[in-house]
């Protein structure tokens, strides 16, 4: 019999997904794991493509193919990314004796939360072996609803931190960077309202904002009539290559997430602010969810209120200013990235939790 001990859980197999979860289905336990979830037809937006094995949802017939399939490849614990999406496998596990862990993201624990559907159904999980997540903040959440302490395990997500910090040259041009979806929790326009009033103190920023999203038309709208084509590009979502290479370029990161108000849907802990702090790079950011444990105001960036476009514009304008203080800060980041943030660390506290280290 063959033997995958790991099963991850996930919406939509070689669906483009955020980094975390692309991560733990390819790198966590490479060779041991299978991947549960809808197949996307080839073509049909496919961003990457699952190894052997895989069960597509869409190919399973009558009652206990699922547990059938895990079984007979050995599987010893899933692991569902995202509660809501997850919640339904319990029981799987259960019937065939195979732990089962939920993976929490911003999502699961502002939006899902607001519904007392979900608060309900996410109390099923005191019946799992656990629930992982990736702040202390988010953590406190799931207690709040009645979730035992002690199944609720918090590693911070983790990325690639380079063994030594980059260099940057002196220029007359700081260059400023943003990465992200352009949607609601992101806060794209008071990003562009911050560097805008930033700008206009200090004529030599330049900002490079990737990401697309709903909201890409109204930033560009923004960026036309305020006068910012000649310091402002948008060029839309770009592959990780293209991220990297401005986090080398740049001088400092910003990001103004906030919780959707007509959603309630917020972040967990942001992962563009983790490979920033690894890139070496200040970071001027809000007091939001998970952010304040990964950013130490003044020490590795400033944090801002959400909504406080003055204060982020008055940081950046600061930082634009002080290129010692940059990279001062951007040095302190790297090495809290190096301490606590690094996929290495993140790796090895998965396993541990999932009972497969070793």
């Known amino acids: 019999m063959s033997h995958y001990p790991l099963a991850v859980l ?23 794991t299978v991947t549960v979830g809808r197949a996307l037809p080839v073509g049909r937006n496919v961003d990457w493509a699952a190894t052997e094995p895989f069960l597509d949802l869409d190919d399973i017939s009558g009652p206990g193919a699922a547990e059938r399939f895990l079984l007979d490849h050995g599987v010893e614990v899933l692991m569902g990314e995202y509660l809501d999406l997850s919640i339904g496998w319990l029981d799987v596990a259960l019937a065939g004796g195979m732990r089962f862990f939920g993976h929490a993201h911003g999502y699961d624990v502002t939006e899902r939360l ?34 035992p302490a002690e199944k609720i395990h918090v590693v911070p997500y983790g990325v690639d931190v380079p063994e030594a910090p980059p260099q940057r040259p002196k220029g007359t041009v700081v260059r400023v960077v943003a990465v992200g979806r352009m949607i609601a929790k992101k806060g794209p326009l008071l990003t562009l309202e911050a560097f805008a009033r930033a700008a206009s103190a200090y004529p030599g920023l330049r900002l490079d904002y990737v990401g697309a999203g709903p909201l890409h038309s109204s930033a560009r ?48 802990l942001p992962v563009a602010i983790l490979e920033a702090m690894a890139s070496a790079l200040p970071v001027v950011a809000t007091r ?17 209120d959400e909504g ?27 090495r809290r990235a190096q ?20």
């Open 114 to 147: 607001r519904e007392p559907r979900w608060r309900s159904e996410y109390l099923r999980y005191a019946e799992a072996d656990g629930v992982i997540t990736m702040s202390e903040c988010s953590r406190r959440c799931l207690v709040d609803i009645g979730l």
């Open 10 to 32: 996930i919406a939509e197999i070689g669906a483009r997904t955020e980094t975390f979860i692309r991560r733990h289905v390819q790198d966590l336990l490479p060779g041991g």
């Open 221 to 268: 709208d923004f960026v036309r009539k305020r006068g910012l084509d000649e310091t402002v590009c948008l060029p839309g979502s770009q592959p990780n290559g293209v991220v990297r290479r401005l986090l080398g370029q740049a001088d400092l990161f910003v990001q103004h997430s906030m919780v959707d108000v007509a959603t309630g849907n917020g972040e967990g």
């Open 308 to 334: 406080d476009h003055e204060a982020m514009a008055d940081a950046i304008s600061l930082l634009a200013r002080e290129p010692d203080r940059r990279r001062e800060m951007g040095l302190a980041g790297w």
């Open 288 to 304: 939001h969810a998970g952010i304040p444990e990964a950013v130490l105001d003044g020490v590795t960036g400033y944090l801002v």
């Open 339 to 358: 301490d606590l943030f690094s996929w290495k660390r993140e790796r090895a506290e998965l396993l541990r939790v999932l009972g497969l280290a070793g």
